[in-house]
């Protein structure tokens, strides 16, 4: 079956420093790949998005390559900020859709 | 407005006291769908309906039960939950074949003693 792996938290980090959240998923197919972002005490919102291998999904200064030969979707910011604080969930989907499989998610820290 | 709306937000309930939590969209999704979220194992599926009338369990469906009777409305009823039901339930909704976006409620923490 479909699965995701990401790495384990928390990350904590100082702000403006470069974050990388690692991904890597199995899949029988060709899978769309998400990431979502959980701030404290709220649902899940759709940060970026890549439906084929070598897209790059961005959003809010993130981004994320669709690697289908190291079948890997890392999350990378440049620079991050302390509102950057949240939960980030690495997710694929693939057939028609009726699934999101989901990674157990990272917790990320922003320190000033 | 675009969002899923789902009520209560907190519960704690006793073993054994049936509950529904109710979840409804704004955006005519056909597909909706529940998802439990637990420390370490992220969010798993429990049921979900590609259109009114139509439901398929998830990965963990034991011990819920769902109805699509309109298409906004998609409540999660747990007949006769238990300890293990404890978690936080998050209902979703989207994934029409041009819309790859799932949309999220808020959340409801559910607390079974």
């Known amino acids: 079956g479909n699965s995701v792996t990401q790495m384990e938290g928390p990350v904590t980090l100082s702000e403006e420093a470069f974050l990388t959240i690692n991904c890597t998923y199995t899949a029988t197919g060709y899978p769309s790949l998400f990431w979502y972002v959980q701030y404290p005490g709220e649902g899940l919102q759709l940060l970026l998005k890549a439906t084929k291998a070598d897209d790059k999904g961005s959003n809010k200064g993130f981004e994320a390559t669709y690697r289908k030969e190291t079948t890997s979707f890392h999350l990378e910011k440049g620079s991050v900020q302390v509102s950057d604080s949240a939960v980030y969930f690495c997710a694929l989907s693939e057939g028609g859709g009726n699934k999101l499989t989901f990674g157990t998610g990272t917790q990320l820290k922003v320190e000033l | 407005e675009a969002q899923v709306t789902q009520n209560p937000r907190y519960l704690i309930t006793v073993t054994g006291k049936k509950l529904t939590v109710t979840c409804s969209q704004n955006m005519n999704h056909e597909y909706m769908s529940w998802y439990r979220q637990d420390p370490g194992l992220g969010l798993r599926q429990i049921y979900y309906s590609m259109n009114v009338e139509v439901t398929d369990k998830g990965d963990v469906p034991e011990g819920y039960k769902v109805s699509r009777k309109e298409k906004r409305n998609f409540p999660l009823i747990l007949e006769s939950p238990s300890p293990n039901q404890t978690s936080l339930y998050f209902c979703?909704?989207?994934?029409?074949?041009?819309?790859?976006?799932?949309?999220f409620g808020q959340g409801t923490r559910l607390t079974v003693v």
């Open positions: 979703a909704s989207g994934w029409t074949p041009k819309n790859t976006e799932a949309f």
